[in-house]
């Protein structure tokens, strides 16, 4: 068998690039498709908003969810695995609409009692903005696919390294930072990128809630001005740009990893 190139010449993205400019041209020079993505741009913030805020805090859960998973209490392992395990087997929108509608008002309640304990204003339920559901939401899916990751990661560490930094006298704290998650980054950022660019697609599952995303936007304009086929075209295209070029960024950074020493 010939063996592959070392560095394909990346003719899938020259194609993805002519196509692009091309879908794009058609775009502007049409008039109800240039507006249609006029409107649509306006969503393109709420997207982002939503994907990198639940994305970060998902990581932070993530990471603390793995760690649990390695530790020696044999509670805090068997809490991880079932978070883990649990969390995992809901589809992302039946976790949405469970945040939502279930368990927003259950936390407005235990807030309210703490409230009146303490003396403080009580909040209503319609305060706990639908932005802020979905985004909760898409946190706590998210950190289960995570924290796994995490763990993957920082199980691929040699053993042997670990325990020359503590034979040095390195704290747990020194050995983590400095020897086990340098080293596993490199092979959590793949998987872990995959995640975040799942969470922009998983991000127009927010719609079901009205938050004004991309895709809440595009069903409230089609709705309008009944021309489906070019705004869900425009649709299509506003998130196809945003997966590529967060996907081509985050190869980017791989490659920058690897030929780091």
């Known amino acids: 068998m010939k063996p592959q190139a070392k560095k394909d010449f990346p003719w899938w993205l020259l194609a993805t690039g002519v196509l692009g400019v091309l879908a794009y041209g058609a ?23 939503v994907t990198l805020v639940g994305f970060a805090l998902a990581s932070l859960i993530g990471m603390g969810v793995a760690l ?16 883990t395990e649990i969390l995992r087997g809901i589809p992302i929108l039946v976790l949405l609409l469970y945040v939502a509608f279930v368990l927003a008002p259950g936390l407005v309640a235990g807030w309210n009692w703490l409230a009146g304990q303490l003396g403080i204003e009580p909040i209503r339920v319609r305060d706990f903005s639908l932005l802020w559901r979905a985004i909760l939401a898409l946190t706590i899916g998210y950190s289960a696919f995570i924290a796994e990751v995490f763990r993957a990661g920082l199980l691929s560490v040699d053993e042997g390294q670990i325990e020359a930094a503590e034979a040095l006298g390195l704290s747990r704290f020194q050995v983590f930072r ?14 872990l990128g995959n995640d975040f660019v799942a969470m922009v697609k ?6 079901v809630l009205g938050v004004l995303d991309v895709t809440q936007l595009g069903k409230v304009t089609a709705a309008g001005n009944f021309r489906y086929f070019e705004t869900y075209n425009v649709v299509a295209l506003i998130y196809l740009t ?13 490659a920058r990893l690897r030929e780091r020493p």
């Open 202 to 207: 998983d991000s127009s599952l927010v719609s």
């Open 27 to 49: 775009v502007l020079t049409s008039e109800v498709q240039a507006q249609v993505l006029l409107t649509l741009l306006k969503g393109v913030q709420i997207t982002l908003f």
């Open 178 to 191: 400095l020897i086990v998650l340098p080293q596993a980054i490199r092979t959590i950022l793949p998987p």
């Open 68 to 83: 649990m998973s390695l530790s020696g209490s044999l509670v805090l392992r068997q809490i991880a695995r079932f978070y």
């Open 242 to 254: 945003l997966t590529i070029s967060l996907s081509l960024l985050l190869r980017h950074l791989e």
